[in-house]
Protein backbone atom coordinates (compact mmCIF):
# COMPACT_ATOMS: atom_id res chain seq x y z
CA UNK A 1 0.00 0.00 0.00
CA UNK A 2 3.06 2.19 0.89
CA UNK A 3 4.07 1.97 -2.50
CA UNK A 4 0.93 3.25 -3.57
CA UNK A 5 1.41 6.32 -1.84
CA UNK A 6 -0.75 5.36 1.04
CA UNK A 7 0.44 5.98 4.48
CA UNK A 8 1.51 3.60 6.71
CA UNK A 9 -1.00 4.84 9.58
CA UNK A 10 -3.73 4.85 7.20
CA UNK A 11 -3.26 1.31 5.67
CA UNK A 12 -2.78 0.11 9.32
CA UNK A 13 -6.55 1.41 10.05
CA UNK A 14 -7.71 0.22 6.69
CA UNK A 15 -6.52 -3.09 7.78
CA UNK A 16 -8.06 -2.97 11.26
CA UNK A 17 -11.04 -1.96 9.95
CA UNK A 18 -11.05 -5.08 7.73
CA UNK A 19 -10.68 -7.58 10.22
CA UNK A 20 -12.71 -5.96 12.75
CA UNK A 21 -10.40 -4.15 14.90
CA UNK A 22 -6.64 -4.07 16.17
CA UNK A 23 -6.49 -7.04 18.56
CA UNK A 24 -6.86 -8.82 15.04
CA UNK A 25 -4.15 -8.04 13.09
CA UNK A 26 -1.38 -9.60 14.87
CA UNK A 27 0.85 -7.34 14.87
CA UNK A 28 1.33 -3.42 16.18
CA UNK A 29 1.09 0.16 14.43
CA UNK A 30 4.51 0.36 15.50
CA UNK A 31 5.61 -3.27 14.12
CA UNK A 32 4.27 -1.85 10.70
CA UNK A 33 6.48 1.24 10.72
CA UNK A 34 9.25 -0.43 11.33
CA UNK A 35 8.70 -3.00 8.56
CA UNK A 36 8.17 -0.18 6.55
CA UNK A 37 11.15 1.13 7.54
CA UNK A 38 13.22 -1.86 7.09
CA UNK A 39 11.68 -1.82 3.37
CA UNK A 40 12.92 1.25 2.32
CA UNK A 41 16.30 0.61 4.24
CA UNK A 42 17.17 -2.22 2.29
CA UNK A 43 16.22 -0.40 -1.46
CA UNK A 44 18.79 2.38 0.11
CA UNK A 45 21.89 0.13 1.22
CA UNK A 46 21.36 -2.20 -1.95
CA UNK A 47 22.71 0.46 -3.83
CA UNK A 48 21.41 -1.56 -6.98
CA UNK A 49 18.88 -0.26 -8.13
CA UNK A 50 20.42 3.30 -9.08
CA UNK A 51 23.11 0.86 -10.69
CA UNK A 52 21.01 -0.77 -12.69
CA UNK A 53 18.92 2.21 -13.93
CA UNK A 54 22.39 3.78 -14.31
CA UNK A 55 23.07 1.27 -16.85
CA UNK A 56 19.38 1.40 -18.95
CA UNK A 57 18.88 4.57 -18.71
CA UNK A 58 22.52 6.42 -17.96
CA UNK A 59 22.00 8.61 -21.44
CA UNK A 60 21.38 11.80 -19.54
CA UNK A 61 22.37 11.92 -16.00
CA UNK A 62 22.16 15.36 -13.99
CA UNK A 63 23.83 16.41 -11.29
CA UNK A 64 23.09 19.41 -9.06
CA UNK A 65 25.03 20.44 -6.28
CA UNK A 66 22.85 23.93 -5.57
CA UNK A 67 20.92 21.88 -2.95
CA UNK A 68 21.92 22.78 0.48
CA UNK A 69 20.88 21.40 4.17
CA UNK A 70 20.69 23.91 6.34
CA UNK A 71 21.53 21.60 9.67
CA UNK A 72 24.74 20.80 8.79
CA UNK A 73 25.28 22.70 5.89
CA UNK A 74 26.21 19.79 3.78
CA UNK A 75 26.46 20.09 -0.17
CA UNK A 76 23.52 17.66 -1.53
CA UNK A 77 24.44 16.24 -4.87
CA UNK A 78 21.91 13.85 -6.40
CA UNK A 79 22.93 12.13 -9.72
CA UNK A 80 19.58 11.83 -11.59
CA UNK A 81 18.64 10.16 -14.61
CA UNK A 82 15.41 10.24 -17.30
CA UNK A 83 14.30 6.91 -17.90
CA UNK A 84 12.30 5.82 -21.74
CA UNK A 85 8.88 7.68 -20.19
CA UNK A 86 10.69 10.72 -19.77
CA UNK A 87 10.56 10.83 -15.76
CA UNK A 88 13.13 11.68 -13.31
CA UNK A 89 14.77 9.13 -11.51
CA UNK A 90 17.18 8.99 -8.92
CA UNK A 91 20.12 6.95 -9.41
CA UNK A 92 22.69 8.37 -6.42
CA UNK A 93 23.50 10.79 -4.11
CA UNK A 94 25.85 12.38 -2.20
CA UNK A 95 26.65 14.30 0.83
CA UNK A 96 30.10 16.53 0.87
CA UNK A 97 31.37 18.68 3.08
CA UNK A 98 32.66 21.17 0.64
CA UNK A 99 32.89 21.47 -3.45
CA UNK A 100 36.99 21.19 -3.94
CA UNK A 101 38.33 19.00 -7.06
CA UNK A 102 39.47 16.22 -4.61
CA UNK A 103 35.73 15.74 -3.70
CA UNK A 104 34.11 16.06 -7.08
CA UNK A 105 36.97 13.54 -8.59
CA UNK A 106 36.15 11.49 -5.69
CA UNK A 107 32.29 11.84 -6.13
CA UNK A 108 32.55 11.01 -10.00
CA UNK A 109 35.30 8.49 -9.78
CA UNK A 110 32.70 6.82 -6.93
CA UNK A 111 29.47 6.97 -8.77
CA UNK A 112 31.17 5.72 -12.44
Given at each position: ???????????F??????????????????????????????????????????????????????????????????F?????????????????????????????????
Amino acid sequence: MTDAGIRTTDAFSFLADEVGGVENIGFTRRDAYIFIQRIKRAKIELDGIGKIDYDCFGDVVIFDTSYRLNKYNLVCAPFIGVNNHWQNILLGVVFLFEETIESFTWVFTTFV
